[in-house]
């Protein structure tokens, strides 16, 4: 017969599957950080060695696709991953940290402004709370944005000394630096 356990049963095993929750989000975490940070320059590498990729004088062994893009990625990171995993941490902290004094700032300001406008009865205290508000939704907007380009920026270099790392990529452009840029 099917019955319904004992209060102290259903109390185990709602522990048990608490904690097997717990190990599963854990090692899932561990999981994305270890895939994400290998495959983390993929979208670099399709800009630099895409198929469609303008010729800026790179030295490209060959043209990939996106499989191509995660499968080079993959190759590039190999072995460097503590080290692009501390420079990505230390970058991503650094864009936090800015963006997060930028926004108490203008929380901050629109807040004051706002209680100011909200004690008076006039319109352009209001006028003036608004203005303020969409101001600050800009900076928000204008920081995001800022802070997407310092990301992109710090995962280009990172490909760029992982391939001067690994394959000497600076030797190749040498010859190109030289002679004035012309091959």
Do not use: C
């Not at 270890?34 to 490209?60: K, Q, S, W």
């Not at 003036?128 to 900076?139: E, Q």
């Amino acid at each position: 017969m099917f019955g319904v356990g004992s209060g102290a049963e259903s109390a185990v095993s709602s522990d048990v599957a608490g904690a097997v929750a717990i190990v599963m989000v854990l090692v899932g975490a561990v999981l994305v950080v270890i895939f994400g940070i290998r495959l983390v320059l993929a979208g670099t590498v399709v800009l630099m060695e895409g198929r469609h990729a303008p010729d800026i004088g790179l030295h490209i062994p060959a043209r990939v696709g996106i499989w191509g893009a995660l499968k080079r990625s993959w190759q590039l990171v190999k072995g460097k991953f503590w080290r692009v995993f501390g420079i990505l941490l230390f970058a991503g902290l650094v864009v936090n940290i800015v963006s997060y004094a930028l926004q108490i700032g203008a929380t901050t300001l629109v807040m004051t402004v706002g209680s100011w406008a909200d004690g008076s009865d006039s319109s352009s205290a209001t006028v003036a709370a608004i203005v303020l508000g969409v101001a600050a939704g800009l900076a928000t907007a204008l920081t995001l944005i800022a802070s997407l380009a310092f990301m992109s920026a710090v995962q280009a270099l990172i490909y760029l000394d992982l391939r001067v790392r690994r394959e000497g990529l600076d030797l190749w452009m040498r010859p190109v630096l030289r002679a004035g840029g012309t091959r």
